[in-house]
């Protein structure tokens, strides 16, 4: 016994050493494996503070690209007016009769960190709990897809990123309506890789991909990217397709919030069926 | 001994702000991705007690860590170098040791010691960092060559803010 205390003495530095490494690495693999556990991320208070006093500095100079963008949004959104299947004379409030006629709720929300240059990237945006934000709603932009929440705090979220290697997207051609699942190799913020395009499928430079609407998340047609280069992989069968994304993910600012209504049935649903 | 705890305190929360609101912004060509907060770590005293070099190293790690969420990434890699940073100061020790009270700076042992100091350091911390960000060995090579420019960029800046360090000191 004495001498197992001397060793533990003798190599104290070694052991407290490994104690810590053993507490990063049990952070590092909980966090990227439960979610809702842990506190210490970017939408905790403390943080989200000085990157929200940090992003009220940056947002000028991006000012001008905003602009544009939301101005292009609202000309997208005057056109789709007309068709809007509810009544514009009422409030526009999340009634029970609102709720049963629209398929998806929009939210605006503002991304206060970001980053590109990572294997897992994350974003965090202003909006909350307190704003019904909730985990596993998607989010887009006016330009594309952008990712999916994951923490929800009262005022702040954290989101996967499109950036993420651990993120895959159902995606579809646009032409041919095949599809496919889209995810993200790690290397460029500009491309991403859509697999298990079939064989027989009618591939082009310049084709756009975008979300094939199966998938409790997005709605259909929002824009991915466009095809840069596809080559096929014989023996598998399937095309293995490079993407140029449609968002600058260098430079996103306003986002929107998705919500499925019924999004939760859905899932439910299809949760049981898989279960048999 | 009450100023030089001041000045510590002082650099400390001027480094991580630097880290936070500058360097993580700043994405130069996807790979390269400085990462100056480990300067707090390497200029503490050369007598600082071990235990608290590693109780610094994690603390350093996770404040970082909270603002990218990368929980435990940044806290692993900083512990591995305070729990290092003896080996090396051991192996580029003076031939009479070091005098009692001496900080492992530019101003103390001349630039060319401080350099050959950080570059290990740095290249060390900046590997194992990016190793567990991929958790993989799959991309070694992409890996490895994060490693070698973020650790160029990292490099250039500590020795950037050992200028300005070492000015001050003069003045006093």
């Known amino acids: 016994m004495r001498n197992f205390i001397r060793f533990i003495l003798t190599y104290h530095l070694f052991f407290i050493f490994l104690l810590f490494e053993a507490i990063s690495f049990y952070l590092l693999i909980n966090y990227n494996h439960h979610h809702n556990q842990t506190f210490i991320n970017s939408s905790n208070k403390f943080a989200a503070s000085i990157l929200k006093i940090s992003s009220s500095f940056t947002d000028y100079f991006s000012l001008k690209r905003a602009n544009e963008d939301l101005s292009r949004e609202n000309a997208y959104l005057r ?38 240059n990572k294997f897992h990237n994350y974003i965090t945006i202003d909006k909350g709990s307190k704003h019904g934000i909730k985990p596993e709603m998607g989010i887009i932009s006016a330009r594309g897809l952008v990712g999916v929440i994951r923490h929800v705090s009262p005022n702040y979220s954290t989101a996967i990123s499109l950036l993420n290697t651990q993120l895959r997207i159902s995606a579809r051609l646009r032409e041919t309506n095949h599809f496919g699942s889209l995810e993200w190799d790690g290397t460029s913020y500009q491309y991403a890789i859509l697999n298990e395009i079939p064989a027989h499928a009618k591939v082009s430079v310049g084709d756009a991909v975008v979300t094939s609407g199966y998938s409790a998340i997005f709605p259909e047609e929002i824009l991915i990217g466009t095809i840069e280069d596809f080559n096929l992989n014989k023996g598998e069968g399937f095309y293995m397709i490079k993407v140029k994304l449609s968002i600058d993910f260098k430079n996103i600012t306003y986002v ?21 | 001994m009450i ?3 001041g000045r510590y305190i002082l650099s400390y929360i001027a480094i991580i702000l630097v880290q936070v609101l500058i360097l993580n912004n700043l994405n130069l060509g996807g790979y390269i991705n400085p990462w100056l907060y480990i300067l707090f770590i390497l200029i503490l005293p050369v007598e600082t007690p071990k235990w608290l070099l590693l109780i610094f190293g994690f603390i350093t790690g996770l404040i970082i860590d909270s603002f990218l969420n990368t929980i435990g990434m940044h806290a692993s890699a900083t512990v591995l170098l305070a729990f290092l940073r003896p080996l090396f100061l051991r192996f580029l020790a003076p031939r009479d040791g070091y005098d009692p009270g001496s900080l492992p700076v530019p101003s103390h042992f001349g630039f060319a010691w401080f350099l050959k100091y950080a570059i290990v350091s740095v290249f060390t911390h900046h590997l194992f960092l990016f190793i567990v960000e991929a958790f993989t060995f799959e991309h070694f090579f992409v890996t490895l060559w994060k490693t070698i420019l973020s650790s160029i960029a990292t490099l250039l800046i500590i020795m950037l803010a050992q200028l300005f360090s070492s000015r001050e000191k003069r003045r006093i």
Do not use: C, F, M, W
Request: aromatic letters at 4%.
């Open chain 1, 79 to 116: 056109t789709l007016l007309p068709d809007n299947s509810y009544n514009i004379n009422h409030d526009i409030h999340l009634t029970q009769e609102v709720k049963d006629s629209v398929k998806y709720l929009y939210r605006p929300a503002k991304v206060i960190n970001n980053s590109v």
């Open chain 1, 256 to 276: 929107e919030v998705v919500e499925k209504i019924n999004g939760d049935e859905q899932h439910s649903l299809e949760k049981l069926t898989n279960h048999d």
């Open chain 2, 3 to 5: 100023n030089q705890l």
